[in-house]
């Protein structure tokens, strides 16, 4: 049951996928929404410039079929002629045609926003295939768009009923009017009667963005392990990543454990902590931890220590307060510098007394920290 819960498509896409699809030129769109910007444009602008449109064109007719015998037997000057009155007319409908197509051009970027994809031109030969055409069109997606559009076709039929019905009056009328006139109110009559059924659109519209939206979103999801492939790939496999942590930690313990050797003196816990300090007077301003661990990795220290003859001092709160307060390579704390001085004195001593042959040393005395410093201070 796992795995089929895995398989399943049942997760929002992810921002990458969304990405990735929009750079392959699948996004939402909504070709209702579309139609219906162009149909209130083209109504809108024909209702406020039906008549002057009209009127040019009325005269651009009149113009063109005023011939004399010697134009009309003239090839030449009748492609002239037609090609003037072509230019006038596309003039006349000029600004209607910019109204269409800046509209055309700006409706569908109102549901996902402005996109150019190569990937979307790209030549798909599934999309050519006669059997996937069949099953999209048998598909409950196929069977969707048919409903939208019988309910599409019912609501303009009525709409447009509705409004013949009302103008009927205006309409009757136009037969006594002037033929200007009469063309004019035309105009006006058609112009906002399709304002009126392309606002029926609304509608449809309102209906198919928010379907749009989802059905996207649901052609989108993604199941549980390609969640986890594309976390891999973005992120970076998890094993792979820590098993580059263990050898990163691996390569910094060997470099911590190649300075035990050269360090100055090993402060224990005396079985917990291990911490070695060096310390040149006239190199280094204070004291630095050059390595530090706990249980195997002190007991390695100390083990390491004791090899190559480093003094090894047990100083248990000392050795907790710099295991707590330092990291590999630090200086010790401004407050430690008495603590460790005391340490320091004592291993000049030894060192004194095996070089030399001066006096053996006193056994050190315990070595106090500052309050607050020593993380098991105050425990039971």
Request: aromatic share 6%; net charge neutral.
């Amino acid at each position: 049951m796992a795995d089929k819960n895995d398989s399943e498509r049942t997760e929002a896409a992810s921002p990458r996928r969304l990405e990735q699809a929009r750079e392959e030129g699948h996004v939402a769109r909504s070709q209702e929404l579309t139609t219906f910007a162009m149909l209130m444009a083209g109504s809108g602008g024909l209702w406020l410039l039906g008549g002057q449109l009209f009127e040019q064109l009325r005269v651009l007719t009149r113009h063109g079929l005023q011939l004399d015998v010697v134009a009309a037997s003239d090839a030449a000057q009748m492609t002239s002629r037609l090609h003037d009155l072509a230019v006038d007319g596309l003039l006349a409908m000029a600004p209607l045609l910019a109204v269409l197509l800046v509209v055309a051009f700006a409706a569908p970027q109102l549901l996902s926003g402005w996109l150019f994809s190569w990937d979307a031109l790209r030549v798909d030969p599934q999309r050519l295939d006669p059997m996937a055409g069949f099953a999209r069109i048998f598909s409950w997606r196929g069977g969707a768009e048919l409903v939208k559009a019988l309910v599409k076709s019912m609501l303009i039929t009525v709409v447009a009923a509705a409004v013949m019905w009302h103008f009927r009056a205006p309409l009757q009328q136009l037969l006594m009017l002037p033929p200007a006139a009469a063309i004019a109110e035309t105009a006006r009559v058609a112009g906002l009667s399709l304002l009126i059924i392309a606002g029926a659109l609304a509608v449809v519209a309102a209906v198919d963005v928010p379907f749009q939206l989802w059905r996207h979103g649901e052609d989108l999801k993604m199941s549980r392990q390609e969640l986890r492939q594309e976390h891999r790939e973005s992120e970076g496999d998890p094993q792979i990543k820590a098993a580059i942590r263990d050898q990163q930690r691996a390569m910094a313990r060997r470099r911590m454990m190649s300075a035990v050797p050269k360090a100055s003196v090993i402060v224990t816990n005396p079985t917990h902590y291990a911490v070695a300090l060096s310390y040149e007077d006239r190199t280094m301003g204070a004291p630095r931890v050059v390595a530090k661990g706990a249980d195997l990795v002190a007991a390695r220290i100390r083990a390491l220590g004791e090899e190559h003859h480093v003094p090894v001092l047990e100083s248990p709160a000392l050795a907790r307060a710099i295991y707590r307060h330092t990291d590999i390579g630090d200086e010790i704390p401004e407050t430690l510098y008495t603590a460790v001085a005391e340490i320091l004195a004592y291993v000049f001593q030894l060192r004194r007394h095996r070089e030399f042959g001066d006096a053996t040393p006193l056994p050190l005395r315990p070595i106090a920290v500052p309050a607050g410093l020593d993380p098991q201070a105050g425990a039971p």
